[in-house]
Structures are given as structure tokens and as C-alpha cells.
């Protein structure tokens, strides 16, 4: 059994950074791609980013790209997501999630674990 445990959300000011961390632990981290998903109130959850599995590999969502950074520490057994000039479009519930293979991926389906979530707001 996997476990994805994730943190750093909170309220931040338009405009304003947070960094998120992810937590894992249950089974060999550094095998599989991981990857970062929000879902906003009555919306679907949607992709933000994602990473392969030596972390020299990623690939974001256009709505965040060129703002969210994400990087792993395998030593770590940790994801990140640095999140920068925040948007009022921004705020949702962020979930991290492993995939079932190693290259970055998209797709839902191709996530097998995920955590519980944390709430990222914005203020304006």
C-alpha cells in the first residue's frame, strides 16, 4: 500500500507563492512517475504537472506553465510543486499522485495512488 501525504497549502495573496510537498512512502518512489492534480469546487479535477521518475523529465498544464515548477528528491521520497504568481483561478484542492509507469503522463488512469489533498486559496 502506497501513502501520499501532502502539504504546504494555505492562503496566499494574488500574486504570491506557495510551495507544496508530497510525502510518499509504501513502495520503491524513484520507479514511478509522480504527478500534481486540483480540483475547484463543482469543477473536475484537472491535470497540473507532471514528472518521470529520475525527475529529469516534466511537463505542465498550459494554465500553470511557465508559473509551477515541479521537482522530486528521490533520497526524499518527496514531489514538490512550486507555485508561483498565484492567479484567482488558482485556488482548488491539490492532490499528488503516482503513476503506474515512469515517463510523465496526463492521464488520469495512469494514477494508481493518491493523497488526500490540500487546499490552496487566493485572495485578491
Known amino acids: 500500500q502506497v501513502r501520499l501525504v501532502e502539504s504546504g497549502g494555505g492562503l496566499v495573496q494574488a500574486g504570491g507563492s506557495l510551495r507544496l510537498s508530497c510525502a510518499a512512502s509504501?513502495?520503491?518512489?524513484?520507479?514511478?512517475?509522480m504527478g500534481w492534480f486540483r480540483q475547484a469546487p463543482g469543477k473536475e479535477r484537472e491535470f497540473v504537472a507532471t514528472?518521470?521518475?529520475?525527475?529529469?523529465?516534466?511537463y505542465y498544464a498550459d494554465s500553470v506553465k511557465g508559473r509551477f515548477t515541479i521537482s522530486r528528491d528521490n533520497a526524499k521520497n518527496t514531489v514538490y510543486l512550486q507555485m508561483n504568481s498565484l492567479k484567482p483561478e488558482d485556488p482548488s484542492v491539490y492532490y499528488c499522485?503516482?503513476?503506474?509507469?515512469?515517463?510523465?503522463?496526463?492521464?488520469?488512469?495512469?494514477?494508481?495512488?493518491w493523497g488526500q489533498g490540500t487546499q490552496v486559496t487566493v485572495s485578491s
Open positions: 509504501g513502495r520503491t518512489f524513484s520507479s514511478y512517475a
Open positions: 514528472i518521470n521518475w529520475s525527475g529529469d523529465t516534466t
Open positions: 499522485a503516482s503513476a503506474t509507469v515512469r515517463f510523465t503522463t496526463v492521464q488520469t488512469m495512469r494514477y494508481n495512488y
